[in-house]
């Protein structure tokens, strides 16, 4: 067999995945793994049957991957220090602190809008120093202008002690979406922290010899590229230090429009160092080594040792690990005079990992990193041979640059048709721009990487020279940024879809893997390229063609209260596919846009293609910040406002917005009433402005009233005391009322005589967990719960889900908490 290391693989594969998402018991999963490799030597040792022995050795392989994830998982999400955390006396809470941490940095500190930020494996917690090794990972924000002058001491490998406040990720619950924690815990961060100064950190000792030679050459390439390229162009230098070094705190230099680009074009990875650096490193010092006359055999010694000392420089990027684990096997087999195919150098790096990693199974980079060299080592030699036939039409034999370019836009093709779906998966992106934009972005990014080095190497030598080359790095990373301006021309290239269900994601595959892969018969061939193109197509159509699964049965009324954090965002979905949102979340900060991230991936788990309508209570960003993303992947029929707000600039980018995409803006006032078959909506707050406003108001809230049989659902927005009893004087009695709580459950609404008038039957609190704020207050709680209410809330509940019929209410959350109501039972009591 020409790529023995296949099968091995694919079974390792197979079983971490069964181990981590099954959740083996860690007693059963050993028993089984070595059970599986007792079978597998027993049947070598008597059987001269080498499929059996295959199988068997296949099944172990299996058994050692069931192990391996179970063990890892269940280790990542249970650490010593989250274990400490909560049983700290205020952990109920959601934050503890400040607490005293000892610990060793995972990489050099970053520089962030705030400060800083550290990554601390830590040793010690606690006052009584409670600890030891591999106690846990916490990420600490430092803020302050003083930390970015003491950062530069922060660096990999050293010990130190800190004062931080603790508390656990953030983590949206919400239909469609995967837990937040857990991704973080499996990448090592099961805490997050802040520190409320510099002064707070102290450095008690140091990383190591080669730890510290490691962190000096890293501060040594920052101030050599600051030197040389940052005089040009400070974005230019943040790039090329990205790119060499994989520091990325400076791509904070790019606006939000450029990061967008990059990552819808697909060319966002070229601007950060990655597998694709390792390989052009490697093709550099080959032939610098080449040059110099060096023995193969020396040569390919000293370049796995500069490649191997270059990943513990850059220390903690995942991709140039496996980049440098790929050359390493490759250059070694050529060492042993042992040729091997391409397939199986991946096969054996993937072993290579999951056996140190097996987490990594689980990581975004891990699965776009071999998924698109699957593809070039599948389809590159084919395609590239189908192309080269147009141009020798023309040319008898093709030149060189003509065979060059054929063999990149071969390459590009089978990457992009093998990440395909993985970006609709992950990102919720199909992006065809990237066939273009890499026939500029991969030569540029190698320019960008080998100038880099140059000024590197002249800085301390000649600043002339380190400088003109240094403008060439400058010049390059610009074009490589300034390419995605193709975007702005034919948006189209790229655009948003709802993540492909498992079943599109098999056919895809299997049907790729049968085109790609040698021997199936012409007919075979063309079968699969067919059902590729139906699978194509059936992925990129998703948002305009209705969704098969997601919405309630007809005849019913579903809301959903989604899991925003400290903002708000609900669903409304009636009868002949009628989906109302009102407020759209906001954003945690320009880089972590809430509607992108959470909203929008809630929605479309609903069913949601398309919006009826985007209804917004007001401007504040905790409700109008998500309604961007929401505009430009749901497309709404309308959007209900209240209030004008001449002078906001978020709410005028929002109404440009909705111009551009021809999208009705509706100004909504009390006593508006729609009608949706069933479904009636009606207006009660704000009242006709009498007045023009400066600045947004939470008492000019649009307040809706949603009625479906005997069921209503008041969605107040953050009104306050002062037009509470506006609103309920308005309001008709119900068999059965739910109420998204004023304000998040803040003491200035909710007054005694509003909830007494509302006689709600469920109250949904939507307000982060451990917030500033500390929403929602007490004292309103337990006046819904004294006026009969069961209270929800979406921080301890995740998403809290209605669905009715007009009679008969469901409710359940997704934790787990599930209620049953008939409208009109008396003093509002969930059946049994």
């Keep these: 067999m020409a790529t023995p290391a296949v099968p091995p693989a694919i079974a390792l594969v197979m079983g971490v995945w069964l181990g981590v998402w099954l959740a083996w018991p860690l007693v059963v999963a050993p028993v089984a793994a070595v059970t599986a490799w007792a079978v597998a030597v027993a ?13 068997a050795l296949l099944a172990a392989f299996a058994a050692a991957g069931v192990l391996l994830g179970a063990s890892r998982s269940q280790a990542a999400s249970d650490t010593p220090v989250l274990r400490w955390f909560h049983e700290q006396p205020d952990a109920q809470t959601g934050r503890i602190g400040p607490a005293r941490l000892e610990g060793r940095l995972r990489a050099d500190a970053s520089a962030t809008d705030y400060g800083a930020a550290i990554d601390l494996d830590v040793t010690r917690v606690g006052d009584h120093g409670e600890g030891g090794p591999d106690f846990g990972g916490v990420r600490l924000s430092i803020g302050g202008d003083l930390a970015r002058s003491r950062m530069s001491s922060w660096r990999a490998g050293r010990l130190i002690r800190v004062s931080a406040t603790l508390r656990p990720p953030p983590s949206y619950r919400n239909p469609g979406q995967a837990d937040q ?14 520190v409320k100064s510099a002064l707070l950190v102290e450095v008690i000792g140091g990383g190591g010899t080669i730890a510290e030679l490691a962190a000096g050459t890293r501060a040594r390439v920052r101030r050599a590229v600051d030197q040389s390229v940052g005089r040009h162009g400070r974005r230019s230098a943040a790039i090329v230090t990205a790119v060499l070094i994989g520091d990325r705190a400076g791509l904070m230099a790019l606006d939000d429009d450029t990061i967008s680009r990059l990552q819808d074009g697909g060319t966002y990875h070229v601007i950060a160092i990655s597998g694709g650096n390792i390989a052009i490193l490697a093709g550099v010092l080959l032939l610098l080594g080449r040059a110099a006359g060096w023995r193969p055999r020396h040569l390919s010694v000293g370049v796995i040792v500069a490649l191997v000392g270059y990943a513990y420089l850059v220390g903690h990027d995942a991709s140039v690990g496996r980049a440098t684990a790929a050359a390493v096997v490759v250059l070694g087999a050529g060492l042993l005079d042992h040729r091997t195919p391409s397939l199986n150098v991946v096969a054996v790096v993937a072993i290579g990992v999951l056996v140190f990693s097996p987490l990594s199974l689980f990581d975004a980079g891990f699965l776009l990193t071999f998924g698109a060299t699957l593809g070039i080592v599948l389809g590159v030699a084919r395609l590239s041979d189908a192309l ?15 065979s060059a370019a054929a063999m990149l836009l071969a390459a590009t093709l089978c990457a992009e048709a093998a990440l395909m779906p993985v970006g609709a998966l992950l990102f919720g992106r199909v992006s065809v721009a990237g066939l273009a934009l890499n026939f500029l972005a991969i030569p540029l990014m190698t320019v960008t990487q080998i100038a880099g080095m140059v000024a590197v190497a002249l800085d301390g030598v000649s600043a002339t020279g380190a400088s003109l080359v240094g403008w060439v790095a400058h010049a390059a990373a610009t074009g490589l940024v300034e390419s995605t301006r193709l975007l702005d021309l034919f948006p189209w290239l790229a655009f948003r879809v709802p993540p492909p269900g498992w079943t599109a994601l098999v056919v895809y595959y299997a049907a790729l893997l049968t085109w790609l892969w040698p021997g199936p018969t012409g007919r075979t061939r063309a079968v699969s390229r067919w059902t590729l193109a139906v699978a194509v197509v059936w992925i990129a159509s998703g948002p305009w063609r209705p969704a098969i699964t997601g919405w309630p049965p007809d005849g019913r009324l579903r809301v959903t209260f989604l899991d925003v954090g400290q903002a708000d965002a609900t669903l409304v979905q009636g009868p002949g596919r009628v989906a109302i949102l009102v407020d759209a979340g906001g954003a945690r900060s320009a880089r972590s846009d809430v509607g ?55 709410l005028s980018a929002l109404h440009d917005q909705a111009d551009q995409r021809h999208i009705r803006w509706r100004q909504t006032t009390r006593g508006d009433r729609f009608r949706f078959g069933q479904m009636a909506v009606r207006v009660l707050h704000p009242p006709v402005p009498d007045w023009e406003r400066l600045k947004v108001r939470n008492d000019d809230s649009v307040v809706l009233d949603v009625r479906f049989g005997g069921v209503a659902v008041l969605l107040p927005g953050d009104i306050g005391h002062a037009v509470e009893e506006a609103v309920v004087s308005s309001l008709p009695a119900t068999p059965f009322r739910i109420v998204k709580v004023p304000h998040h459950g803040s003491a200035g609404s909710s007054s005694d005589g509003f909830v007494d008038a509302l006689v709600p039957c469920v109250a949904v609190v939507s307000a982060g967990r451990a917030n500033a704020f500390g929403h929602p207050a007490p004292e309103v709680v337990q006046r819904y719960r004294q006026a009969g209410a069961v209270v929800l809330e979406t921080a301890r509940d995740g998403a809290v889900t209605m669905e009715t019929d007009g009679t008969n209410v469901s409710i359940w959350t997704e934790s787990g908490r599930r209620l049953a109501y008939r409208a009109g039972q008396a003093d509002c009591a969930p059946l049994k």
């Design 388 to 402: 080269l036939r147009v141009p020798t039409r023309w040319w008898d034999p093709a030149p060189r640059w003509v």
């Design 181 to 194: 924690r857990e991704q973080r815990a499996r990448r090592g961060t099961v805490l997050l922290g802040s």
């Design 43 to 55: 049947t070598y040792a008597r059987s001269a049957r080498s499929e059996l022995v295959s199988w």
């Design 596 to 650: 992108t991230r959470v909203v929008a991936p809630a929605l479309w788990a609903r069913g949601v293609r398309r919006l009826t309508v985007a209804a917004l209570s007001h401007g504040d960003p905790d409700h109008a910040g998500g309604l961007g993303a929401v505009l430009r992947d749901f497309r709404p029929g309308e959007v209900w406002d209240g209030v004008p707000v001449p002078g906001h600039a978020a």
